[in-house]
């Protein structure tokens, strides 16, 4: 099919071109051989009047013609996958929809485990790839890569819908070893000792708590830095150093090593982590399924608190917010 001259067939080769700048990787990316890819991109440089992707060494670089067609050709493609996924009812007892999700470890460990349990009871054929956010976590959402974030609010990326789903505050997590049980850990000790902490992705993303405290008169002695939040019991048990961890993930560690959990000496505010998808995505039976699981799971954890016995307060409409994860 053709519009304005161009064979829209052309728009997907084009768009894995513009990923990848590889010709090989493109063709294996829209399951095409190496051939017919060069001949596409042959086509659409006529079609253009532009090279798009000229030799630089041994690598391809993008013309300034074809960066600024990214975007456009990247929202055109998610507008049709969106028609071409149009459907009046959606059954998850059949669905065999892939589901990718980016989030951190805490996220997966707190509520997405239960989440893909209880799908394994809804929806039996659905999949889920779950992946770390990262430096490039808004690219993904921007170009469809993903369907979902979840996210602290400063993390979520404009432009597209999203919606808190729980509330967390912060505790101190100590090996029961080194520490006398109920007891409290004051504010002079808390900055005497060592600590694990957290960074993670290639630019060394840190925690929302490290965020908070960046102001600080008084710092932590990082003694260890993990790479992510799973790892740290394994750093932890057997020393006198201390975590500071979500309250949720503190009392999940805690029930599965000689951990104990005590209450942070430091006032740190509460966050609240956000589900984000894309906004074409906004009609889409099968996302909105999920964050409905999503919600229901969400409203289904343990309170933090005898005070709190609810789910947070829901916003009336979704949130729209920018931010980065450093």
């Known amino acids: 099919m053709r519009f304005n001259k161009l064979d829209l067939n052309l ?65 055109v493609l998610l507008q049709i996958q969106t028609v071409t996924r149009a459907r009046p009812t959606f059954d998850p007892a059949t669905a065999t929809r892939r589901f990718t999700i980016e989030s951190s470890d805490y996220v997966i ?23 770390a956010i990262s430096p490039q976590t808004h ?17 979520i990326v404009q432009g597209h819908p999203a919606e808190p789903l729980f509330e967390d505050t912060f505790s101190c997590l100590v090996c029961q070893a080194h520490s006398a049980p109920d007891a409290a850990i004051s504010r002079e000790a808390y900055f005497a000792a060592g600590h694990v902490g ?23 002695r990082q003694d260890v830095i993990a790479p992510n939040f799973t790892l740290v019991p394994e750093l932890l048990v057997g020393t006198p150093r201390i975590a500071t961890l979500p309250t949720r993930l503190a009392r999940h560690m805690a029930a599965r090593f000689p951990l104990r959990v005590v209450p942070c000496p430091i006032a740190i505010p509460r966050f609240a982590e956000n589900v984000q998808w894309h906004k074409y995505q906004e009609r889409d039976p099968a996302i909105s399924w999920l964050r409905e699981l999503l919600r229901t799971t969400a409203r289904d954890l343990p309170p933090l608190d005898a005070s709190r016995r609810g789910p947070p307060r829901r916003r009336r409409h979704p949130v729209r917010h920018t931010g980065e994860f450093s």
């Open 11 to 75: 728009l997907v080769v084009l768009d894995a071109l513009l990923a990848t700048r590889s010709v090989s990787r493109a063709a294996e990316r829209v399951f095409l051989s190496q051939p017919a890819t060069s001949l596409a991109l042959g086509r659409l440089r006529d079609y253009f009047d532009d090279e798009l992707l000229v030799p630089v060494g041994k690598t391809l670089v993008l013309t300034p013609l074809a960066e600024q067609l990214i975007k456009p050709v990247r929202e």
């Open 109 to 131: 460990a707190v509520l997405l485990s239960e989440v893909v349990r209880r799908a394994a009871r809804l929806a039996p054929l659905m999949q889920f790839d779950l992946r």
């Open 139 to 155: 690219e993904h959402l921007d170009s469809g890569e993903i369907e979902l974030l979840i996210a602290p609010e400063f993390a």
């Open 198 to 220: 957290v960074e993670w992705g290639g630019g060394r993303r840190i925690t929302y708590d490290a965020r908070m405290l960046a102001g600080s008169r008084q710092v932590r």
